[in-house]
């Protein structure tokens, strides 16, 4: 390339827009100080945490305009000193503080330091701490959840393994295949569970790929039956009905065939009777047309106030069995592939859940 073709870089324009207006779209409260306690920017976020009127008190001294203590009600400006203190701290991670008028605050601070690593700014950031608690909350959940479903599994494996090891030459062969069956059985349950904890760490942290390629859902939904079938199912509590021709997907196949397994497996767990599964073109005027897979069982259903919890992590129906986890993942990966999911009462009464997945098509060869 000739140096008169070569492009040149577009002109760098820098941003005009005032800092103060930068920090009102924050999600979490924001204090700016100088390195004389003087209060120099907060935004609204700030105000509404700690119900105090800061944007009225810029230039004012920031311990007096924000008055921050600890539990044993030391002045958290005083008992850490970020104007002062050691000259190579640089930041205070996240604790609990409390305001005079009984509100409370998760507060994080940085210093900006000179390079003589004198103090030039303090910056301040606060949190509800109800998210903490929403957080905290979620995490005992996951804990009892998962220690609820290892116990009974471990149990069953610790229990049978250790009268084989201690009667097998007392025990007929047949009694020795049924317990190692049971072992099997209970090491795919955890193998199950250490998969769904993974996926929901991975979903929740935004670390989820897709590997896509042409999927076809009728091969799908007809291997998961199969799979249940040799479970141990009778061929009589399933009903496949695919669209004539159904299109193929452009998807992760793992992914989909966790998203039917989930499915199934929810409706025989929470479900009775028969399992209805129907595949579907819906040809759309205004965008890419659809692939409708629906999931129908002859149980209960869902009543309705709970209807919109279904797809929550650790919601469980009437039935309490399993992690709570299974219909979350399903969402988000449904939402992953850009389709999406939905809860609908079957016909019966029973639980339906409906999900529309975009037929899509392969990025052209370069």
Same mark, same amino acid.
């Not at 140096?3 to 070569?6: I, L, N």
């Not at 701290?89 to 210093?111: C, D, K, S, Y």
């Not at 309490?320 to 993942?329: A, D, E, I, T």
């Not at 969402?331 to 449904?334: A, E, H, T």
């Given at each position: 390339?000739s140096?008169?073709?070569?492009r040149?870089?577009p002109?760098?324009?820098?941003?005009?827009?005032?800092?103060?207006?930068?920090?009102?779209?924050l999600?979490?409260?924001?204090?700016?100080?100088?390195?004389?306690?003087?209060?120099?920017?907060?935004?609204?976020?700030a105000?509404?945490?700690?119900? /105090?009127?800061?944007?009225?008190? +810029?230039?004012d001294?920031?311990?007096?305009?924000?008055?921050l203590h600890?539990?044993?009600?030391?002045?958290w400006?005083?008992?850490?000193?970020?104007?002062?203190g050691?000259?190579?701290?640089?930041?205070?991670?996240?604790?609990?503080?409390? /305001?005079?008028?009984?509100?409370?605050?998760?507060?994080?601070?940085?210093?900006v330091?000179?390079?003589?690593?004198?103090?030039?700014?303090?910056?301040v950031?606060?949190?509800?701490?109800?998210?903490?608690?929403?957080?905290?909350?979620?995490?005992?959940?996951?804990i009892?959840?998962?220690?609820?479903?290892?116990?009974?599994?471990?149990?069953?494996?610790?229990?049978?393994?250790?009268?084989?090891?201690?009667?097998?030459?007392?025990?007929?062969?047949?009694?020795?295949?049924?317990?190692l069956?049971?072992i099997?059985?209970?090491a795919?349950?955890?193998?199950?569970?250490?998969s769904e904890?993974?996926?929901?760490?991975?979903?929740?942290?935004?670390?989820?790929?897709?590997?896509?390629?042409?999927?076809?859902? +009728?091969e799908?939904?007809?291997g998961?039956?199969?799979?249940?079938?040799?479970?141990?199912?009778?061929?009589?509590?399933?009903?496949?009905?695919?669209?004539p021709?159904?299109?193929h997907?452009?998807?992760?196949?793992?992914?989909?065939?966790?998203?039917v397994?989930n499915?199934?497996?929810?409706?025989?767990?929470?479900?009775?009777?028969?399992?209805?599964?129907?595949?579907?073109q819906?040809r759309?005027?205004?965008?890419?047309d659809?692939?409708?897979?629906?999931?129908?069982?002859?149980?209960?259903?869902?009543?309705?106030e709970?209807?919109e919890?279904?797809?929550?992590?650790?919601?469980?129906?009437?039935s309490?069995? $399993?992690? $709570?986890?299974?219909?979350?993942?399903v969402?988000?990966?449904?939402e992953?592939h850009?389709?999406?999911?939905a809860?609908?009462?079957?016909?019966?009464?029973?639980?339906?859940?409906?999900v529309? +997945?975009?037929v899509?098509?392969?990025p052209?060869?370069?």
């Open positions: 390339m140096p008169a073709s070569r040149e870089p002109a760098f324009e820098p941003i005009s827009t005032d800092l103060s207006e930068l920090i009102e779209v999600p979490e409260g924001f204090v700016l100080a100088d390195a004389d306690r003087t209060l120099l920017l907060a935004n609204s976020r105000e509404q945490l700690t119900g /105090l009127p800061l944007l009225d008190r +810029l230039g001294d920031v311990t007096t305009a924000l008055p600890d539990r044993e009600h030391r002045s400006w005083e008992a850490l000193d970020p104007f002062g050691l000259h190579t701290r640089t930041r205070f991670t996240e604790q609990l503080l409390h /305001l005079p008028q009984g509100r409370a605050v998760l507060l994080a601070a940085r210093i330091r000179d390079p003589d690593r004198s103090v030039r700014r303090v910056v950031t606060l949190r509800d701490p109800r998210t903490r608690e929403r957080n905290d909350a979620d995490s005992f959940a996951l009892t959840t998962v220690a609820h479903e290892l116990r009974a599994p471990l149990t069953s494996v610790r229990g049978f393994s250790r009268t084989l090891r201690q009667r097998w030459d007392q025990l007929r062969d047949e009694q020795k295949m049924w317990m069956e049971a099997e059985g209970d795919d349950r955890l193998s199950r569970l250490v904890l993974l996926d929901v760490s991975r979903i929740d942290t935004g670390r989820l790929t897709l590997v896509r390629q042409p999927v076809d859902l +009728l799908i939904v007809s998961q039956v199969a799979g249940l079938l040799a479970a141990g199912h009778s061929p009589d509590r399933f009903q496949v009905s695919p669209a021709q159904p299109p997907l452009w998807a992760d196949p793992d992914r989909i065939t966790q998203v397994g499915l199934l497996e929810n409706a025989i767990r929470h479900g009775a009777g028969l399992v209805r599964v129907s595949i579907e819906d759309q005027p205004d965008g890419p659809e692939v409708v897979l629906r999931v129908l069982d002859d149980g209960p259903g869902v009543p309705e709970q209807r919890l279904v797809f929550s992590r650790f919601w469980q129906g009437r309490r069995g $399993g992690s $709570g986890l299974g219909l979350y993942v969402r988000s990966l449904v992953a850009g389709g999406r999911v809860y609908e009462p079957a016909p019966s009464g029973g639980a339906g859940f409906v529309r +997945l975009p899509g098509e392969p052209p060869a370069r």
